[in-house]
């Protein structure tokens, strides 16, 4: 019986290499969940002017909404979000948006029939969505004064606006509605 | 020759391997489009497939047995 060297064999050569190129396929995606410090951002605001910092609000509760003009269920939140901003004091909550259209153009123009009272920054090539994790549309995270994220809301349905509103008051209260890691991580179906 | 079948399939795997690409869902934005879908207009596929299931007896739409008695 032939016995072929195992280091010059090039069917190990093709299995050794078709090991490495699965590692490059694997898509693995990191997803922040409650306990992890939010990326520190600055993006350039939707309309233009200036640019959006997540620093500037350390102090305050943040909400932070990634949407898209495309995406329905974003749409049905942005009203439900523009309501809570106005329930809660301006020093001690603040809303922030991330658009994630490749053509601004068309959030611009659901911006005008729907006028926010909260900056939203324009990422067109979507690299903060990767920073996040963001794995739905839309994604929105509570983070704390500390820049900690404390919730986690994935999709968005008529009435999940009463479960943030409970959230956000826990959190202004100074009892964080955090979970274990992975608590409320997403379940198979979206919605 | 084994080392160039070798090297034919990295080749073939490192093309294939290329699909593996996954749309993020923030990468959705054109196909999300209307004239991206199956059928651009939902309500006129609705009613193609109505009179297509009344005509052929057949029930529930394209596929699937039983039906035919006109009352659909």
């Known amino acids: ?191 | 020759m084994k080392r160039i079948n070798a090297l034919v399939l990295i080749l073939v795997i490192g093309a294939i391997s290329s699909g593996c690409v996954q749309v993020k869902p923030w990468e959705r934005d054109l196909l999300a489009r209307r004239d991206m879908g199956w059928e651009p207009d939902t309500l006129e596929a609705k009613r193609e497939a109505h009179i297509y299931f009344s005509k052929e007896a057949s029930m529930p739409g394209g596929s699937g047995g039983g039906g035919g008695c006109g009352c659909n």
């Not at chain 1, 990767?130 to 995270?141: A, L």
């Open chain 1, 1 to 191: 019986m032939h016995a072929s060297s195992p280091s010059k064999s090039p069917t190990r050569l093709a299995f050794s290499a078709v090991l490495v190129l699965s590692l490059f396929c694997a898509n693995v995606a990191i997803a922040l969940e409650p306990g992890d410090r939010a990326p520190a951002f600055a993006a350039p605001a939707l309309d233009g002017k200036g640019t959006v910092e997540l620093s500037r609000y350390r102090g305050k509760v943040v909400y932070l909404d990634f949407w898209a003009s495309w995406c329905a269920p974003c749409l049905t939140a942005i009203p439900e979000v523009e309501e809570m901003r106005s329930e809660f004091p301006e020093d001690d909550f603040q809303v922030i948006a991330v658009n994630l259209d490749q053509k601004t153009k068309k959030a611009l123009r659901f911006l005008d029939k729907n006028p926010i009272g909260y900056p939203s920054a324009s990422d067109p090539k979507g690299s903060l969505p990767g920073q996040f994790g963001v794995d739905t549309m839309p994604t929105s995270y509570l983070i704390d004064r500390d820049g900690v994220i404390r919730y986690v809301h994935r999709g968005f349905k008529r009435g999940d606006g009463s479960k943030l509103r409970h959230e956000i008051r826990a959190l202004l209260n100074g009892s964080p509605a955090a979970k274990a890691p992975g608590a409320n991580r997403k379940k198979k179906g979206n919605r």
